[in-house]
């Protein structure tokens, strides 16, 4: 079965640190790749999307992700986190239509949730 | 900037009791989601609806849940007789055409509690 592994479940930084999430998936095709995030009592909204093209890809706020075909992998990363990025990050996959896909259904990983001291 | 809308934010029932769980999906979104998030655990897809049908769901999504579109606006789920089990957030989400480049727009969630 297709599985999403997020393996941080709590990361604790100080502001202006640099960030790297990592996210691993199992599915041999072809993916669309997501990072959304939940901030403390909103909804998710999405950070970045990854479907085909340049494997490095840029986000809101300064996040990108980069798609590495070979380990799977689609890693979260900032040069340097603030305050305001505490929240929770879902790493999410969704196999493409053209490689017989759901019709869009994401498969999540746990999350992982950012503590950012000030 | 148009946004997934859910009501209510929080729900209390009894067991055994049916809910309802409304979503009004951004208005030329085409495909409509529920997923649910059990407390400290992940996200989990329940269901998909497209041109007024199913068009796929998971495991969890048993005969107790179903799916509807009444009004072309509201897209509902409804659990016929809550369990303990079902205690959780539930989000909705819609995306904007079939194409195979898409992105999904989750509402705020709704959080049902089941005691």
């Known amino acids: 079965a297709q599985s999403v592994s997020q393996h941080n479940h709590h990361v604790i930084l100080s502001e202006a640190a640099s960030l790297e999430l990592g996210c691993n998936y199992s599915?041999?095709?072809?993916?669309?790749l997501f990072w959304y995030v939940q901030y403390p009592g909103q909804h998710l909204q999405l950070l970045l999307k990854y479907f085909s093209g340049d494997p490095l890809v840029k986000g809101i706020k300064g996040f990108e992700a980069e798609f590495i075909k070979s380990k799977f992998s689609f890693n979260l990363r900032k040069p340097s986190v603030q305050w305001s990025d505490t929240a929770e990050y879902f790493c999410a996959v969704n196999p493409s239509l053209n490689y017989g896909g759901s019709q869009g259904n994401l498969i999540f990983g746990k999350g992982t949730k950012l503590s950012v001291k000030p | 900037e148009p946004e997934v809308t859910q009501t209510p934010s929080h729900q209390v029932t009894q067991m055994g009791q049916e809910v309802i769980l409304r979503c009004v999906p951004i208005?030329?979104?085409?495909?409509f989601y529920w997923y649910r998030q059990i407390l400290g655990q992940k996200v989990e897809f329940l269901v998909s609806f497209y041109n007024n049908e199913i068009s796929e769901k998971s495991e969890i999504f048993d005969d107790q849940f179903s799916v509807e579109r009444p009004d072309g606006s509201n897209f509902t789920l409804k659990i016929r007789s809550t369990k303990l089990e079902d205690s959780a957030m539930y989000f909705c989400?819609?995306?904007?055409?079939?194409?195979?480049?898409?992105?999904?727009?989750f509402g705020p969630g709704t959080r049902l509690t089941v005691t």
């Open positions: 989400a819609s995306r904007p055409w079939a194409g195979k480049n898409y992105e999904q727009y």
């Open positions: 599915y041999g095709g072809t993916v669309n």
């Open positions: 208005s030329n979104h085409l495909y």
